[in-house]
């Protein structure tokens, strides 16, 4: 067996909310093994970003999510002590954030906000910090590492604030990386640049990475599970390989059909869309999320959901096949 | 950072300039000086007579670059009504105003921004809502009533602290308590949304992230970046308690440049008025400097700009 590090089960989160209860994320499981990559997808909504919150404890005080199981190398994370969850933030786990431009503190240098992720967790002195701070700048691209320790944040461009919020997460050498959209805010030229060499980073360090984002394309190029979020829920989980040779979830084969795939989407032929909006989470939510904008929708979607499984893949659809057959026969009609 | 201390001395120096030309120009705009030197029953010739000997029959400019030369010195001519040098006279008054304005804002930011921390902390909590009941009050009571009760309660009733005069230290206390509380409020309030504000930003949750303790997360990461409005908003009210403390100074009988200045503008004592004008002016000029350098230390955003 695998060596496992997360593991993740019946995971709730509720918000409460001006009139009753938003329910952002409802029972999702998941599990990664050290070294391997995670994507989580979805659009804008999804829980996604919860989810994470969630692992690293920084939902805030007014958020308290459940669940059955949520454990990080051992330790349940939703019972640690608050000093227990300090130790493992920044040390054992890191996080890197949407929004380079204001993830920095304005009033401290690129030096002191690097050493200190280091000075936090170990006994070192400050040297070895700047040392560790300098060798790091280095490895996520950035020349004259050591002249830039004494720069603020205000003097680095939108990529290199994400470099150094990289670098920042690399410092006491995480067994997981969470990033929660690294390339979202970015100059397109760029992103696909930094998305790189945080992959690279993750493969040569041997860490675990869960990687959020919206981007198909780059799922495709760096996941080995990829776990499918739909208004709050897992709606489709397995390897990459399967996921995109074989999506069995409507909403998986919706959104790969929403991307233009290399090898895989005819050359002039229309991408496609999928219409509707995401349902409101506030007050009872049940049956299948996505049955409003499901084109097999019918009356048994509004009951329970059953969960098939087909190897290493997970999807839940009333329909054992998440509708392939009715969609074969539609193409072929 | 040295250029832009510089820059910012070189604005000051300016502004001293202007303001020290405008409360020269306060004697002319008050009337022919020379007029109410000589008082209502004296004939056209005395008054041509002091006109003469004051000077007052000299181009403006003249009379200002002389006026200037002297106060660079030290020395702002004779007061009309004490017949004694103004820089002397005013010399004793402002230890008095001094001790009183630095001791009113230090009360001010010691009670003020820990409320505004402790405030922004905890939101609806029971400490944010004594935070804004005391200064919702600070703000309601005027300083000449809450003075009189302190006297009340503190001098006559308990006969704890002296009611008046600036013989001890103790004598102090309540002026000070009245004085910091007046400047409280504000204070408080901007520290507390400045808090809220930066609390809710990304890096923030960047150091928490890290693995960052509380405390160090509300004090090194957020307060530095809070406290920066409030830093210029209690130079200008440092500026306003050394000036503006007449209020304060008569409750309690310190006889302060406050005091001082309000008696000498009904005396039309004209010297003794320009040069506390000039000097209270100066007090705000030096603090708003000493402001910016300090945000500039605090805020690396404004140095560079």
Known sequence: MADRLLTVRDLVIDIPVGGGTLHAVRGIDFELDRG???????ESGSGKSLTSLALMGLLGKRIKPRATQMDFDGTALLSASKKTMRSLRGARMSMIFQEPMTSLNPAYTIGDQLMEAMLLHRDVPRAEARARAVELLEKVGITAAESRLGQYPHQLSGGLRQRVMIAMALMCGPELIIADEPTTALDVTIQAQILRLLVDLVREMGMAMILITHDLGVVARVADKVAVMYAGELVETG???????????????????????????????????????????????????????????????????????????AFRCVLDDGGLSQEKQEVQA | MFQFILKRLGLAILVAFTVSFISFSLLFLAGDPAAALAGETASGEDIEALRHLYGFDRPMMVQYGDWLFSALRGDFGESYYFKLPVAGLIFDRLSITMTLGVCGIAFALLTAVPLGVAAAIRPNSLI?????????????????????????????????????????????IMPTIVLGY??????????????????????????????APEMRVMFKHALRNAIIPVVSLAAVQMGFMLGGSIVVESIFALHGAGYLAWESIGRNDLPTVQALILIFAMFYIVFTFLADVLNAWLDPRMRSS
């Open chain 1, 239 to 313: 390897p990459a390989k399967e996921i995109f040779e074989a999506p069995m979830h409507p909403y998986t084969r919706g959104l790969l059909r929403c991307i233009p795939l290399p090898g895989k989407t005819k050359r002039g032929s229309e991408l496609g869309t999928i219409p509707g909006i995401v349902p409101s989470l506030v007050g009872r939510v049940s049956g299948c999320v996505f049955r409003t904008r499901c084109t097999f929708a019918t009356e048994a979607c509004r009951g329970d959901i059953p969960r098939h499984l087909r190897g290493p893949q």
């Open chain 1, 36 to 42: 391997e990559v995670l994507c989580i997808v979805g």
């Open chain 2, 128 to 172: 944010d809502r004594i935070a804004l009941f005391l200064s919702v009050a600070g703000q309601a009571l005027p300083s000449f009533w809450f003075g009189l009760i302190l006297v009340v309660v503190f001098s006559i009733k308990l006969g704890w602290l002296p009611p008046s005069g600036t013989a001890t230290w103790r004598h102090f």
């Open chain 2, 182 to 211: 007046y400047a409280m409020p504000a204070i408080m309030r901007l520290t507390r949304a400045g808090m809220l504000e930066v609390l809710s930003s990304d890096y923030i949750r960047t150091a928490r992230a890290k693995g």
